[in-house]
């Protein structure tokens, strides 16, 4: 397929544009800095001739390609998210473009300690004779999940000036706030309209995955026993040492990130804070079924009664909160939608893989919201870091794959 790429013009650009987002704010979106990306993007979807492009007031951007077929076809959204992981600064992000790599270790300039080396992403291996992107070391590059945006943006971009490539109507959908997981908590699904979806959020040539962590988030509060320090014998119980007690008796060998892999569920502390008479912990809760969540969940309260019954004044609070669930529950009721996508990305030369994601997408949720909506690679790789990279090759097949998956989607309805 002859297609004139500007994925790496409009990547370049688009990552340089601060959208990180913020877990402790109570708007949305939580920064409004990520609506700087989508006024861009609203403005380019209009030049591109795709008329109802438009940006609400959460921070959502819409827009359809229409269909150019007399075929009744499902509609199909295309989605990526905007905002960068609040990880790692996305400020004053400096695009490179490493030319022809050849396998070498990347020294980044700005900060020379900061290395990409084959050695730490065996992937490199693999885009020998590619052009890769990076940051300039002193920050993440982006490409979690800009390469995605900038993906579809190439792929409408070809859909409109090519009217000879045959497609139902095509749904675009850009979110806030993926990376703090609230991505999809204001989207307006009649709005959307879509039958089926698939979000650009995911890693290597040739991914497609059907499969998440479920999740869970449990919050956990300790009620200790504040007493003048001067006069604390036998009386004090401190929330915050309770905290620390709690802490260090999670498994060391198991059930923790540091110890898991492939489809093993963990427990992992992310936050905790207090003073000496309430304390708090907050946890997430990760494993692929929802019987395993909440045998972790019961695991992990198990300890804190350990724990709490050392103290006889003190109490605590065990709240959980469910965060989103296998997507794989919903994708196995519409197997054409995986099918389909394999089928594209053949079409590209490549052979697709699946692979259990050991995280979620905002697509983890959307399933779950009427739209089933497995996720295609887009090339990021070692995302959350200054490390970050991406294939100049990768980002081209999956553009192509994007308007191939248009194409069997109109040829098989």
């Known amino acids: 397929m002859n297609i004139k790429h500007t994925v790496v013009e409009r990547f370049c650009k688009y990552v340089q544009i601060d959208t990180q987002s913020d877990p402790l704010s109570t708007s949305f979106p939580s920064t409004e800095k990520q609506k700087n ?11 591109m001739g795709i008329e109802d492009a438009h940006m609400d007031e959460y921070g959502y951007v819409y827009a359809t ?15 990526s998210h905007m905002d960068t992981a609040p990880d790692c600064s996305g400020k004053d992000v400096k695009p490179i473009i490493h030319k022809n790599y050849q396998g070498q270790d990347i020294v980044l300039p700005d900060d020379q300690t900061v290395v990409v080396s084959p050695n730490d992403h065996p992937y490199l291996k693999d885009l020998v004779g590619s052009d890769i992107i990076t940051a300039s070391g002193t920050t993440l590059l982006g490409a979690d999940d800009k390469a995605g945006v900038a993906e579809i943006m190439d792929a409408a971009h070809f859909l409109m000036t090519h009217p000879d490539v045959k497609h ?35 890693g290597p040539l040739g ?58 569920g963990f427990v992992h502390p992310v936050r905790m804070g207090g003073v000496l008479e309430e304390a708090e912990l907050t946890f997430i809760i990760r494993d692929f079924t929802t019987e395993g969540l909440h045998r972790l969940e019961e695991e992990l309260e198990t300890i804190v009664k350990k724990i709490i019954k050392k103290y006889p004044n003190s ?59 497995p996720n295609i690679f887009t090339g990021e790789m070692a995302f959350h870091s200054k490390q970050e990279y991406v294939g100049v090759r990768d980002m081209e097949k999956a553009v192509e794959t994007i308007v191939r998956l248009c194409m069997v989607w109109e040829e098989r309805s």
């Not at 990306?37 to 030049?47: N, Y």
């Not at 390609?65 to 989605?79: A, D, G, M």
């Not at 109507?169 to 698939?198: C, H, N, Q, S, W």
Request: net charge negative.
């Open 37 to 47: 990306l989508g006024k861009v993007l609203v403005e380019e979807l209009l030049e």
């Open 207 to 264: 991914y497609v995955e059907d499969e998440t962590f479920s999740a869970d988030g449990v919050h956990i509060k300790i009620h200790g026993v504040s007493v003048h320090p001067g006069y604390a014998k036998d009386k004090m119980e401190n929330a915050m040492k309770i905290a620390g007690e709690i802490l260090s008796e999670l498994p060391k060998n198991r059930i923790c990130p540091e110890a898991t892999a492939e489809k093993e």
């Open 65 to 79: 390609i229409p269909s150019n077929t007399t075929k009744e076809v499902p509609v199909i959204c295309f989605c």
């Open 315 to 373: 109490s605590y609070e065990f709240t959980v909160t469910e965060q989103y669930r296998n997507m794989k529950e919903v994708l196995d009721q519409h197997p054409q939608v995986m099918e389909y996508a394999k089928e594209a990305i053949r079409r590209c030369g490549v052979e697709p893989q699946t692979k259990p994601i050991r995280g979620g997408t905002d697509g983890s949720r959307l399933s779950f919201m009427g739209l089933p909506c």
């Open 168 to 202: 139902g109507a095509i749904r675009i959908l850009f979110t806030p706030d993926e990376e703090i997981g609230r991505g999809v908590d204001k989207v307006d699904m009649k709005k959307l309209a879509a039958d089926f979806g698939y979000t650009m959020d995911s």
